[in-house]
């Protein structure tokens, strides 16, 4: 498989999603507006679920919600990530290959990405992530070189920024909206905060 790039916007919402439940395990789906066959580039993402991980009724819900949105945005499913509540383990869990296979179903080409808990931190240089392909019928290890996260020291300024402000808190994943179905779980507010923090015009791009 070829390389994946992760968007400022998809990381910044994962990292922000980890970050607003640090006791909890949470996942979500990543998406891509490139609809091309090749290298996945992963443009956004949606944050699931907090405390249901898993319910396979609600993950069964919120992929379906999630599939039609995207196919009226012109957008499409490449991914999964999840972070597990126990910091020092990054390892898929059952329920993170099975949320990745039903995802592989549809889009040969999927990723399955785990946050590394134990290395979230300002001081951290590299993205705390590890990124799972599928070969063979297995996933595995995809090789670090062919994971790129387009300027890497901005985006991470813009995650801690964000999270210095509180701006975290504004995050709703799917688990909020089902709690109070007037969040809106597409988080249009935080996107155009990142996306401005991101923009030209602040040196960030």
């Not at 998406?31 to 249901?52: M, Q």
């Not at 179903?105 to 931190?121: D, Q």
């Not at 999270?163 to 975290?168: E, G, I, R, V």
Request: proline share 4%; net charge negative.
């Amino acid at each position: 498989m070829s390389e994946v790039e992760l968007s400022c916007l998809a990381y910044v919402k994962m990292y922000l999603h980890a970050s607003l439940f640090p006791r909890s395990s949470v996942n979500g789906l990543l998406l891509s507006s490139s609809l091309e066959e090749g290298s996945v580039c992963v443009t956004d993402c949606v944050p699931l679920l907090h405390s249901h991980l898993p319910l396979a009724m609600i993950s069964q819900l919120a992929l379906t919600q999630v599939d039609v949105w995207c196919s009226q945005t012109q957008q499409r499913i490449v991914g999964y990530y999840q972070a597990n509540a126990c910091l020092s383990n990054s390892s898929p869990t059952p329920v993170a290959f099975k949320m990745a296979e039903k995802i592989v179903e549809h889009y040969s080409n999927a990723v399955l990405l785990m946050i590394e808990g134990r290395k979230m931190s300002s001081g951290y240089r590299v993205p705390p992530i590890v990124v799972y392909e599928h070969k063979d019928s297995r996933w595995t290890l995809k090789d670090k070189h062919k994971i790129m996260l387009r300027q890497w020291e901005e985006t991470r300024s813009i995650a801690d920024q964000l999270l210095k402000s509180n701006d975290h808190t504004i995050l709703v994943d799917f688990d909020s909206h089902l709690d109070d179905i007037t969040k809106d779980w597409t988080n249009q507010k935080l996107n155009a905060k990142i996306m401005e923090l991101a923009s030209p015009a602040n040196g960030n791009m």
